[in-house]
């Protein structure tokens, strides 16, 4: 499994570093999962979370899901599981907010292993589920702990 993630991420480098420039508000460069686990800015994390999501989230409204999107799955999942989603459970990303930061981010998480896990066996039914409950947190956590800004 590390192996073919492995490869989903080296497909992904060539995805992000192709389409940064399109974007005002995307991340400073395409970080490795590891990279992106040692972030200490919230900011540079959010604009990982929003171009690795964003383009997902309207999966929530299909019926079918093609190969090229799975893989865009698994790679969101493992950015996110394996890297921003663990930056935001320590200091310095932690530290300014109340203790339910911590708890989004390790339902975050927690959401994303399921998500990658339904997309490596192309399980398109769970992965919807999985995105439309990683939506869900992005906003509830907003609404908690967003505004105003700490
Ligand atoms: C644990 C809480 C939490 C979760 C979960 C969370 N966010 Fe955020 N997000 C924040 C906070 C707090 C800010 C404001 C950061 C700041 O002060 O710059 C923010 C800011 C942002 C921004 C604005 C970034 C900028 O350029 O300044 C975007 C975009 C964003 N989040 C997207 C997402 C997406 C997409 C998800 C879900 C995959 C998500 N966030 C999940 C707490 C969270």
New binding site residues.
């Given amino acids: 499994m590390r192996r073919t993630l492995g490869g989903f991420v080296l497909f992904s480098w060539a995805v992000v570093t192709f389409s940064a420039s399109a974007c005002v508000?995307a991340p400073r460069k395409a970080y490795t999962p590891s990279e992106a686990r040692t972030l200490r800015r919230?900011?540079e994390?959010?604009?990982i979370?929003?171009e690795?999501?964003?383009p997902l989230f309207d999966v929530e409204t299909r019926t079918a899901f093609d190969d090229a999107t799975f893989v865009q799955m698994e790679t969101a999942a493992t950015m996110?599981g394996e890297g921003t989603?663990i930056a935001?459970q320590g200091d310095p990303v932690a530290q300014p907010?109340p203790t339910?930061?911590?708890d989004?981010?390790k339902?975050?998480q927690a959401h994303a292993r399921s998500l990658g896990q339904a997309a490596e066996k192309k399980d398109g039914a769970s992965a919807q589920a999985e995105i439309a409950v990683?939506?869900h947190?992005?906003r509830?956590?907003?609404a908690?702990?967003?505004?105003p800004?700490?």
């Fill in positions: 508000n919230i900011d994390v959010m604009r979370h929003a690795q999501m964003e996110i989603a935001m907010y339910q930061f911590v989004y981010a339902d975050l990683i939506h947190i992005c509830a956590c907003h908690e702990l967003r505004a800004r700490p």
